[in-house]
């Protein structure tokens, strides 16, 4: 029972996330002018697969019984872990499209009068949405207690993030050259640097 409770708050949480973060920003970002796009197939590729990962098998286990084969049980208070570290997620993915406004791309890409964001929590951090589909990663496999859907999304993440983030940051220093060198120098990927 409590198993139909944990995929309902993952349901939930990724039609917020859709609807309530993703969707409007869609919307802002086909408005938009691009000026260089780094886009190749690879990944066009990973993106399809992370979109599979994270959003179509999850759904498809929740609402069919098709993957309950590979299904697992983990103690209770796990599914609870869980559903923290997902609302963690989810208001961090909130937060870093809040902040970025106007300059979010769903790819490698600049956009006509892009300007580097440093403040909210980009200060912190040089990739927070990238930082939030980590612990996303993680609490999925809480919610969703199933050896495909819960770890999907982390299969696909790892290599999606080991293969863009290196060309992401090669492409803002082209565009934004010192200034983002210096942002690089006191900020980190993706965990916080300990303040003295």
Do not use: C
């Amino acid at each position: 029972m409590l198993d139909n409770i944990f995929q309902v708050i993952f349901l939930v949480g990724l039609v917020v996330y859709l609807f309530g973060v993703y969707r409007p920003n869609v919307r802002r970002y086909r408005k938009s002018r691009i000026t260089d796009s780094r886009l190749t197939r690879l990944d066009l590729a990973l993106d399809m697969l992370a979109f599979v990962a994270w959003q179509v098998i999850p759904v498809i286990y929740v609402l069919t019984p098709w993957l309950d084969f590979a299904d697992y049980h983990l103690p209770t208070w796990t599914g609870w872990v869980g559903t923290a570290i997902f609302a963690l997620a989810l208001w961090l993915l909130w937060r870093s499209y809040a902040d970025l406004g106007r300059n979010w791309s769903p790819t490698l890409q600049i956009m006509e009068e892009h300007s580097l964001v440093t403040h909210g929590v980009y200060q912190y951090v040089r990739h927070p949405i990238y930082a939030a589909l980590w612990p996303w990663g993680i609490a999925q496999p809480l919610l969703l207690q199933n050896w495909i859907a819960g770890f999907a999304l982390l299969a696909i993440f790892i290599p999606l993030y080991l293969l863009r983030v290196p060309r992401e940051e090669q492409m803002m220093l082209e565009h934004f050259g010192e200034q983002y060198g210096e942002y690089m120098s006191r900020t980190r990927r993706v965990i916080p640097r300990q303040r003295r």
